[in-house]
Every structure is written in C-alpha cells, then in structure tokens.
C-alpha cells in the first residue's frame, strides 16, 4: 500500500472541521482525518486505513449509488454533492462531497478520491430555526393583520409622495372604494379632505417626523357623503431604518359630531344647555313671560342656577334696557339689609355720615333682584311687601315718601310653605312674590344633562387654560353621572375646572377629579366614614337660636375648625345657611366669614 503522500498535506486535513477521507480506486481508505472520527463517532485507536468506505461510513448511496462509481461511469472528474443519511448509530443526517482528482492511470494503493462529510445537524437546526421563525412572523403577520383589519374604519400607507401603497379591507368598506380605486393614488384625490390643503396630519409627519394622535377630519367616501374621521399617523421605515412614508389609522367620529350637533340643536337659552323635559319646560316659561311685568318667585336648590335664570328673564324682558339691581338676602345683617334696599338719612343711625340711595331707588324702572328671600326677617318681609303692594317706601330714617317702579325678581333655596307654616315667613309676600313660580330641577334628576354640561365646560375651560382637552374618560364620566351633585351644576363646574388644572394629558380621567368625588360609594363617600361623627345639637332653642343645656343656661354650640366638618354640616342643611347659624347658635355674618376663611362660601351658597 502506497503511503498517503505529504505530510503537509496531514497537517491541513488534521485541523480541518470536515470529515475527510482519501481514497484509492478500490475505495479503500487511505487516510481519515480526526474530524472524521468524531463525526461517525468512532474511537481514536481504530485504524480506518485499509478498509472499504462503504464498511465504515454505511451511508444510504454506497450500494445503488455510489457516487465514486457514477463519477467513474460519466467520466468525469469534478465535485458532486450530495445529502445522505448514514446508517452508523447516533450519526445525523450529512452532506457529502465527492472530488475525484486521481488520474485514470492511478492504481490501487495510490490516492484517486476525496470524500468530505458535513455534519448537517446544526445547519438542520439552524434551519429548521429559520423555518420555525418564519413561520411565527407568518403568525405574527396575520395577526397584525387581522388587529388592523378590525379597526373600526382601518387604516392605510403612503410612500414620501404622499401616494397610497396600502389599504386595509375595513377602510375600503368604510371609503365603498375597490382597491384599485385607492392603492396608487394620490391621497388627497382618495379622501377629499378638509385638512388635505391647509393642516394635512399625514404630510405635516412626513415634515416634522412626529407623529399625530386623533386630528378630526372630514373625508368623503365614493358617493360624496361626508365622514368625519379621527386620524392618527406615524411614520414607517424600511428595514435599512430611512423613513419610507406614513401609516395612517383612522377611527370613525361621524357618531360623536352628530351628536355634538344634536347637542347644538338642543334647548340653549339664556345660559342653560339641557335637554332635560323639566328643565326645558323651565326655558320654554322663561320665553313666555318675557314681555310680562309681574314678580317671579325661582325655586330651587344652591347651585342649579337661578341667578342666571333671572339674568335670562330679565335680558328678553320689556326693561332689558333698565337698570337691573341684585341683592343677596342673606349676606348682610337686618340693619344693614334694610340700609340696603331702602336707603338712608344722614344721622339714621352711628355712621350714617351721608344720605344713601338704596336698591329700590336704583331699580327704579328697572328690575330687582332679591336673593335668597328667604331669610330676610319678618319685620323687613313687611315693608318690602308694602312697595310691592303700594310701589312707595321712605329712607331709614327719613319722612319723605317716595314712589318707584320696579319689578321684583326673587329666589331662595328654601321651603317658603314650610316657612310660613313656622311663622318665619309672610304668607301675604310670599303670595305678592308667587306671581309666576318657577321651579329648577337638581341636577340629580336631569342626569341627562350631565355629559351636555361635560362638553360645555370642556370647550369653556379649553380657551380659559389654553388646553386640548377632549373628553372624559368613561371611568370619570360614569362616576360624575353617578354622582348626586348637592351643589348642582355649581359644583360639576367648580369639579371639572379642579380636574383640568390637575390634569396632564387630553383626557380627563377618574383621578384629576377632586377626592371627595372620588370616593363617592353609593350615598356615602370612603372620607365620610373615616370622620367622627358630629352629635346633634339639643333641640330646646330660646328666640335667638341658642340651644340651652338641662339647667336652663345658654349652651351655644361652638363651630367645628374642621372643613370636612362644615362642608357635612353644609350638607346636611342642604346648603342653607341660615339654617346652620341658628344650628350653632352664631350669626349669619360670622357663619359667613368662616366659610369664606376655610374656602368653601361659593361653594355651598
């Protein structure tokens, strides 16, 4: 046997990471390389060199078709690959190569073929990788696919031409447009849009490299009609990372704005959007009495809005061009009250330095105003009810009568029934001031009017603040709908502008609003049951309101320091004040100063 020449030659072979064999014309093996050995797993001291290849590698083609006996029927001498599978145990599937480089004068013993095996199990696993990873993109891609076309109205791509490339079938049955009339066109001649010439999103990304979340636009679908649309875009790039263009989702809004319309289309008068029956009844009578010159007597809780119903009244009345003076019952003491409304001499009283004019005189010809009538005194109720009657008064301290003409527009927040059944109010001014009644509903019971009010003050406070605010979030809306509103639409004004100036982003949600909203459970809120609770005071009162203990002497109940306190008293007295100061055995004046020092006068009116 002719030795396999080179050692040279050995020493590449011996690093080499392939099975390599080197034959003779016989196939017998003359040299085998270690990668060999490990690769059908044979042991280093087994001597391979004289034994036929078809023995040792045991391969599926050495029988039928053995590729050194094909290379030899062709007549040829090149290199031939092939993927086999060999018989030895725990080999894996391989590749083999078959080089012929001996000459046809080569004889037995002497070098004829190289045979090269390639373990082809990583390169299996590798693809097999491949296989399985393409196969999950293919997954993944269906999936987007599917998520895309199930957006409500789909969405769309355009190349740096603004040129359509793509189109998802939800968006072709939104548009009733084929895919050749969409794909490949300009698209602004796709969609007609309000914002293609002046603030197009998807050009104004392209520019900017930003994207753009929910512009409103209106687009026209294949008959002409009008959709609006939000419209979000965002840039795409190709997978070298350059910008290729823009995606675009768009979401139908066409609900939203006919709704809004409707909203516009409801009853907007005088400052009230409702579309509450009650209430537009409320707007309807206000319309009807406008050329009337009688009293009115608005009912209603603090907070639901009569002082602007009286505004309205008075603005589509037959003396909108008159003076119109107001007054709050409530805020100033009886002297103080009635040097109010009537006027005094110089020297009625200490400090009446100066003959003063007072409301009646001023409204003379015009309207007034009285506030919170309810909680003037009996003896004042008495003398207001004489101009009422007689249309003339004197000056606190004066002799001099004089004669005015002024209709009276008044409100409370009380029960004047109840009152007059109390004595603390005249059942003959309160017939004078029941003319024409008109009772606000809360706004607990036109909850309707609730997400109505959202919008408008949205809108309001958007310019006020300078914000983008767009909605509510439905978490907040329904908590704001839940809630039962003891100051009305005062308090729904005063919680959202608190939610706008504690929020960040373009949606008002659930924790911009204020705690004690928050925490409203069904009739109670978490912060009132956490508070101690207040005893009622004893119900033995002498005629200035104090409460007396069980040996007679006067018991005065303090006034809390606490807010939360006042705010549950103010609650549980729905708002009156007056009714609270006699609670507490304080003055009206000095109630009044404290909810002004604790932040909560406006509030709870």
Request: charged share 30%; proline share 5%; hydrophobic share 35%.
């Amino acid at each position: 046997m002719v030795p396999f020449p080179g050692d040279y030659c050995k020493t590449i072979l011996k690093d080499f990471p392939d099975g390599v064999l080197i034959l003779d014309r016989e196939r017998i093996i003359l040299y085998a390389n270690p990668a060999f050995y490990r690769l059908f797993e044979i042991g280093p001291g087994e001597e391979l060199a004289g034994r036929s290849c078809a023995d040792v590698t045991n391969t599926a083609v050495c029988e039928t078709q053995c590729l050194m006996k094909r290379a030899e029927a062709d007549n040829r001498s090149t290199i031939q690959r092939h993927s086999i599978s060999c018989g030895c145990p725990g080999v894996g599937p391989l590749c083999m190569t078959h080089r012929i480089f001996g000459g046809s004068q080569s004889k037995p013993g002497e070098p004829y073929a190289m045979e090269i095996f390639k373990d082809m199990a990583d390169l299996g696993n590798y693809l097999e990788s491949l296989r399985s990873t393409s196969l999950e993109l293919e997954q993944e891609k269906d999936k987007l696919s599917v998520i895309l076309d199930a957006i409500a109205e789909g969405y769309f791509t355009v190349d740096q031409s603004l040129v359509l490339t793509g189109a998802s079938e939800s968006l072709l049955r939104f548009l009733n447009k084929r895919r050749e009339e969409v794909v490949g066109r300009p698209c602004p001649e796709v969609f007609h849009s309000d914002k293609c010439e002046t603030d197009c999103p998807v050009r104004w990304t392209l520019q900017n490299r930003k994207a753009v979340a929910n512009c409103r636009e209106r687009v026209l679908d294949a008959e002409d009609h009008a959709r609006h649309v939000l419209k979000s875009t965002y840039l795409q790039r190709d997978t070298s990372g350059e910008v290729s263009g823009v995606i675009a989702i768009v979401r139908d809004n066409s609900e939203l704005v006919n709704l809004q319309q409707r909203a516009a289309s409801l009853v907007k008068a005088h400052g009230f959007v409702t579309k509450n029956k009650r209430m537009q009844e409320v707007l309807d009578l206000v319309h009807t009495i406008k050329d009337t010159d009688t009293s009115v007597l608005i009912l209603g809780e603090s907070g639901v809005g009569k002082e602007m119903l009286a505004n309205g009244i008075v603005g589509g009345s037959v003396r909108r061009n008159k003076p119109f003076i107001k007054i709050n019952c409530s805020a100033l003491t009886e002297n103080l009250l009635e040097s109010e409304l009537f006027g005094h001499v110089k020297g009625a009283f200490t400090g009446a330095v100066s003959d003063k004019v007072g409301k009646f005189e001023l409204a003379d010809g015009g309207t007034l105003f009285l506030d919170e009538v309810g909680d003037m005194s009996p003896p004042l109720q008495a003398k207001v009810l004489r101009v009422l009657q007689e249309k003339e008064f004197e000056r606190v301290g004066g002799t001099r009568t004089q004669r005015v003409d002024v209709r009276i527009l008044a409100a409370t927040n009380k029960d004047l029934k109840e009152a007059i059944r109390k004595g603390t109010f005249r059942e003959d001014l309160y017939y004078r001031l029941n003319v024409i009644p008109i009772q606000i509903p809360p706004l607990r019971d036109r909850k309707e009017d609730i997400p109505i009010l959202l919008n408008y003050f949205i809108d309001l406070f958007n310019q006020k603040y300078r914000r983008s605010i767009q909605e509510v979030s439905s978490r907040a809306l329904a908590l704001l709908v839940e809630y039962p509103w003891p100051g009305n639409v005062r308090e729904l004004r005063n919680a959202l502008e608190y939610a706008f100036v504690c929020s960040k982003g373009t949606v008002l949600e659930r924790p911009a609003l204020p705690v004690e909203i928050q925490s409203w459970r069904g009739g109670r809120t978490m912060a009132r049951l956490e508070r101690t609770p207040i005893d009622p005071p004893s119900p033995s009162r002498n005629g200035r309101g104090k409460a007396r203990d069980e040996a007679g002497e006067p018991a005065v109940h303090a006034a809390p320091e606490n807010r939360e306190q006042f705010i549950e008293l103010l609650e549980r007295f729905r708002g009156n004040r007056s009714l609270l100061a006699k609670e507490l055995g304080i003055g009206r004046t000095t109630l009044w100063r404290k909810l002004k020092e604790l932040g909560i006068e406006e509030v709870y009116r």
